[in-house]
């Protein structure tokens, strides 16, 4: 190897095995005794350096957008309730142009949801409560309110079965079912129906936050292997001030909520 250019030599080791070869080529390019340099052209990411910055922020917004359309479940759950609601207003327009005397023989009423399919999710959210909660199912009198305040203040309603006490809108007032997405300014919920009435259709219903006040309870025994009289007091009540809770749940986990007095109700 040549002293005088080792990095050179080395270089050019790769593509001539003859060491005359590489030395002669040597002499031809430093012949006029140069400072010695080499001209180096990239293999590997010559279209990203010839991009505009503009190129750039573009593209990284065109590739944003493709990693958010690859979480569908939002927009597929939004979808479901748009067409949910569509169902229930053509059911109810169907029930009064008709003389039919039982939905239950419409076929749209097949396709709407039902309170039965989400008592799973109740119980489910009671197990969740219940646990985040931490109560005590023994020894019922060791319960610190003041500290379950706190933990539901951020809890998820998500399954909770919500009834509503007082609202700004009358007709809303009396409304209960389990809620099955709690959004930033309205609980919808799923209502059973009226077992007095055939023609009662319950499915879905959006409860709006602001000016209402819902009311849920918490079991204080274990939902699936006791079973317990239902005029047992063995259950704690809370009321929810909506307007207090106008946050997305992942929102609202992380909120410390302040003691005040309520003016809008």
């Not at 809620?179 to 023609?199: G, H, L, M, Q, T």
Request: glycine fraction near 4%; charge should be positive.
């Amino acid at each position: 190897m040549d002293r005088k250019y080792p990095l050179e030599s080395l270089i050019l080791s790769r593509s001539y095995e003859n060491s005359s070869k590489i030395n002669e080529l040597l002499e031809q390019r430093y012949a006029l005794n140069d400072k010695p340099f080499l001209v180096l052209r990239p293999t590997e990411g010559e279209r990203e350096r010839e991009q505009t910055l503009l190129t750039r922020v573009k593209n990284s917004k065109i590739q944003h957008q493709k990693n958010q359309k690859k979480d569908q479940t939002k927009i597929v759950f939004k979808r479901y309730i748009k067409k949910s609601i569509y169902l229930q207003k053509k059911l109810k327009s169907r029930l009064n142009k008709s003389n039919i005397d039982d939905v239950c023989k419409l076929k749209e009423f097949k396709k709407i949801p039902h309170f039965e399919d989400f008592l799973k999710l109740n119980e489910l959210w009671i197990g969740y409560i219940q646990d985040l909660l931490q109560l005590d199912l023994q020894n019922k009198r060791n319960i610190s309110v003041p500290q379950v305040l706190t933990k539901l203040s951020s809890a998820d309603y998500n399954g909770c079965f919500l009834r509503v006490l007082k609202s700004k809108n009358s007709v809303n007032i009396g409304k209960n079912g389990i809620v099955i997405y709690d959004s930033k300014n309205f609980f919808i919920i799923v209502e059973p129906r009226d077992a007095n009435d055939p023609k009662s259709i319950g499915g879905l219903k959006m409860i709006e936050k602001k000016g209402s006040v819902f009311s849920f309870v918490v079991p204080l025994f274990d939902i699936q292997n006791e079973e317990i009289d239902a005029n047992d007091d063995n259950y704690l009540e809370f009321s929810i001030i909506g307007s207090r809770f106008q946050f997305r749940a992942p929102d609202r986990s992380g909120k410390k909520f302040k003691s005040r007095n309520v003016d809008d109700l």
